[in-house]
């Protein structure tokens, strides 16, 4: 019962560095999401895609890249990473988008000194 | 500016007693409200929810209250057991969910 698995766990980079975010779901889902949270605020969505081969903005979505090429597998990208991106990153899905609760995986906690 | 609060950071409740735990919002267009459940280290895992055309929805231990003219929700815990102790997040359904801040609940011994 996998549900939903992050890769990795940890990661330190340095500012400027460029690095990917993997997400894989193994229940099917249509919809998946990226989320980012920071100490004394709830999580904030960065894109979100609803289907494979579709992506869309969240409510912070700048400095960031999606890509969902396979139904199961959604990645996200830092091109070019700013200490303001220092955060723990969660991945999520649901089998459709409305009012069904998503399912989270274990978090990415990334610094970028 | 904040659309979903809550309040309180952290709230210490005795084993066995009631852990109520409050959401305020400011859109009365929200129509669909969660609660979460998160561990340390881990992901949030849905606890339990309800819609606008509801005043309340139970399941086991676990209650949440919704009264719409107030633009407030409250979650009951009873009884409050050890394995409650974690964050818990209120989230609203709009096209996307919008996340309180969270309450971290303590229960003790």
């Known amino acids: 019962n996998a549900g939903v698995t992050q890769t990795p766990k940890f990661r330190v980079l340095k500012t400027g560095q460029s690095m990917t975010l993997l997400c894989a779901q193994d229940?099917?889902?249509?919809?998946m999401y990226w989320y980012r949270q920071d100490p004394g605020m709830g999580l904030r969505l960065i894109h979100y895609s609803v289907g494979e081969g579709t992506t869309a903005k969240g409510e912070v979505p700048d400095g960031y890249n999606v890509s969902r090429l396979k139904k199961q597998n959604f990645l996200l990208g830092l091109e070019s990473a700013a200490p303001s991106q220092t955060s723990v990153y969660f991945c999520a899905s649901s089998l459709q988008g409305g009012n069904q609760p998503q399912h989270f995986g274990d978090g990415t906690r990334l610094s970028i000194l | 500016d904040q659309q979903v609060k809550q309040n309180s950071p952290s709230l210490s409740v005795q084993e066995g007693r009631i852990s109520i735990l409050n959401c305020d919002y400011t859109n009365s267009m929200f129509d669909y409200f969660l609660w979460y459940k998160k561990y340390p280290a881990e992901g949030p895992t849905f606890l339990i929810s309800i819609s606008s055309i509801k005043d309340k929805n139970e399941d086991g231990r676990f209650t949440v209250f919704l009264n719409k003219s107030a633009k407030h929700l409250s979650l009951h815990i009873v009884p409050s057991q050890p394995g409650d102790s974690a964050v818990y997040f209120c989230a609203a359904q709009d096209y996307q969910l919008i996340w309180g801040a969270g309450t971290k609940l303590i229960i003790k011994p």
């Open positions: 229940m099917n889902h249509e919809y």
